[in-house]
Each structure stands twice: as structure tokens, then as C-alpha cells.
């Protein structure tokens, strides 16, 4: 069974940083752009960030940039949104999830379009609060 899973949330004061972990089980991530999005009550599904295949491209939205950072560790088959400088209008459920690279887009291929993406994960909870 293909999962992903996330994990790294939680409660952070506005400025503080958290660290979220994609997880993957069933499957490995090599060969697929891995990316997160983020929901918060009553709005719609944000792309945050995506990183490609082979990991030498990442992409982020302009709310995030200079702020988040993602990696990925093919050895331990974990992807990762370090987030620094958390705002008071973020909190949201950050999800995870994943593209199969198509065979016709090179390795360094990203998107943020979150239609295109396979497997989703359950995500976890983001507060930010003072």
C-alpha cells in the first residue's frame, strides 16, 4: 500500500520555525516530484513548494520564499519543509504529496499545480498563536 505520511507539526509562536517530514511507505520517492500544500480553515488548497526528482530544482510560492526551505533524503525516503519565520496567518493543515515524474519531462521537472499530483498524505496540523 502506498502511504505518505506526515509528521512535524504543531503549536509555534509567530517568528518561531518548525520542521515537517514527508514520509513515504509502500513505495520509494526516487523518480517522483514531491510537493506541500497548506489548507486553512475555510480557504482553499495553497501550493507552498515543490522539489523535483532528482532534487536539484525546487519551486516556492511568493508568500514562503527567503522564509521555507525543502529537501529531500533519498536514503531515508523523506522529504522535508523546514519553515522559518512562521506568520500568524499560516496556520493550516500542511499536506504532502506525489507526482510520478512523467517520462517526458527531464529530472529536474517541478509543479505546483496540485492537480497533477498521485498520492496525497493525511497532514498535520500547523498553529501559530501567541
Known amino acids: 500500500q502506498l502511504q505518505l505520511v506526515e509528521s512535524g507539526g504543531g503549536l509555534v509562536q509567530p517568528g518561531g520555525s518548525l520542521r515537517l517530514s514527508c514520509a513515504a511507505s509502500?513505495?520509494?520517492?526516487?523518480?517522483?516530484?514531491i510537493g506541500w500544500f497548506r489548507q486553512g480553515p475555510g480557504e482553499e488548497r495553497e501550493a507552498v513548494s515543490c522539489i523535483s526528482s532528482n532534487g536539484a530544482n525546487t519551486m516556492y510560492a511568493d508568500s514562503v520564499k527567503g522564509r521555507f526551505t525543502i529537501s529531500r533524503d533519498s536514503a531515508k525516503n523523506t522529504v522535508y519543509l523546514q519553515m522559518n519565520s512562521l506568520k500568524l496567518e499560516e496556520p493550516a493543515v500542511y499536506y504532502c504529496?506525489?507526482?510520478?515524474?512523467?517520462?517526458?519531462?527531464?529530472?529536474?521537472?517541478?509543479?505546483?499545480?496540485?492537480?497533477?499530483?498521485?498520492?496525497w498524505g493525511q497532514g498535520t496540523q500547523v498553529t501559530v498563536s501567541s
Open positions: 504529496a506525489a507526482e510520478r515524474r512523467p517520462t517526458w519531462q527531464s529530472s529536474d521537472y517541478v509543479t505546483l499545480n496540485h492537480h497533477l499530483y498521485d498520492y
Open positions: 509502500g513505495f520509494t520517492l526516487d523518480g517522483y516530484v
